[in-house]
């Protein structure tokens, strides 16, 4: 049954195709084999010339709608919430989802008008209302059913299943496991890093690195999207981390500040030890003066003491040490004066 609407979005490009598989061994042929069914009963649908956007991905059918949200799927239907002129195309109903409960829930968005399914020309609300989502939720379930008895039987009857290297297997999955969660962590602080950034150094919230996280497609291990309460359980794990990606706007304005500080230090420091050393210079050139006053001090008395003619200075003349005044004075000062009383001496000529 061909649908008048999907062909009239397919002329004017407004088509976004999504092929699931549900395991990475079935892409290459499985990708193949759903484009075909649509290019079957609508001709003129081409990738390249009917639609900007092309999803694919490996998802089990059975995955619950928070997986299912955090998919592909769940990017496709964001594109539509933003552009109402598009359509979601898939080959076949099953393709959307295993699960009844997936249906019900993008039916109650309002977009299950603007899903359809190539092979039966029906939309989703169509494929609600007909009932056909819980025939194929029952088909999946009795399909696993008779899977797990008939790997029952063949225990039963001495078969083996499963890999002799199993253990080998295990432990390389662990490691691929936690290699993936460090590259998750590493993904989480660049962007709390670059959100911090953008804050100008405010720390920003929970819900803001959600919706960061959401838009990169980033997903917990199990293929959730990121909640509140899932993020604040990784950060118990990644305390040290989250905090230095929280801290990336102050911390390089730290270091520079510490480094101003330490130069203002250094030159404290040089200034404080030139004005030593100019304190010191100083002390030693009065200590310099003072000894040199000193030893003037001691040549002149020096010179005194060893000199036969000092002279007296009396006005402008000067009288020689050994002259007759002095023996005449000393005379004086004994009283042996002439008349024999003080007085003046008298000054004996030639």
């Known amino acids: 049954m061909i649908s008048k609407t999907v062909e009239q979005k397919i002329a004017s490009g407004d088509v976004i195709p999504y092929r699931r598989v549900s395991t990475p061994d079935q892409a290459e042929d499985g990708y193949r084999h759903q484009l075909q069914v649509i290019k079957s009963i ?55 989802s295993r699960r009844q409960d997936v249906f019900e829930v993008i039916q109650k968005q309002g977009l299950g008008h603007r899903i359809f399914v190539a092979s039966s020309g029906l939309s989703l609300d169509e494929v609600v209302a007909l009932g056909h989502h819980k025939k194929i939720e029952q088909q999946t379930q009795e399909y696993k059913e008779a899977c797990r008895l008939g790997q029952q039987r063949y225990r039963d009857n001495g078969g083996i299943i499963g890999s002799p290297d199993i253990k080998h297997h295990s432990k390389s999955g662990a490691q691929k496991k936690s290699e993936q969660a460090k590259e998750r962590k590493v993904c989480i602080c660049k962007i709390i890093s670059r959100l911090t950034y953008a804050n100008r150094g405010q720390k920003p919230s929970h819900g803001e690195i959600c919706d960061v996280l959401r838009d990169s497609e980033i997903r917990t291990g199990q293929g959730y999207f990121f909640t509140a309460p899932k993020l604040q359980q990784l950060k118990k794990g990644m305390a040290s981390e989250w905090d230095y990606a929280m801290d990336s706007w102050h911390r390089p304005r730290r270091r520079i500040s510490g480094i101003i500080e330490e130069w203002q230090r250094e030159i404290r420091r040089k200034n404080k030890v030139c004005r030593i050393h100019r304190l010191i210079s100083h002390c030693q050139i009065e200590l310099n003066r003072k000894r040199q006053r000193q030893l003037s001090t001691k040549r002149l008395l020096a010179f005194l003491s060893n ?44």
């Not at 998802?59 to 990017?75: H, P, V, W």
Request: aromatic share 8%; proline share 6%.
């Open 42 to 96: 609508y001709p003129s649908f081409s990738i390249r010339h009917s639609t900007d956007y092309d999803y694919k991905e490996v998802m089990s059918g059975l995955a619950n709608m928070g997986k299912r949200s955090a998919s592909k799927i769940g990017t496709a239907i964001g594109k539509l919430k933003r552009h109402p002129q598009s359509i979601i195309l898939v080959s076949d109903a099953d393709r959307i």
């Open 307 to 350: 000199n036969a003619f000092w002279h007296v200075v009396v006005g402008r003349s000067s009288i020689p040490l050994r002259s007759p005044i002095w023996s005449t004075t000393s005379e004086w000062a004994k009283g042996n004066s002439r008349d024999g009383c003080r007085g003046p001496p008298i000054i004996r000529s030639g």
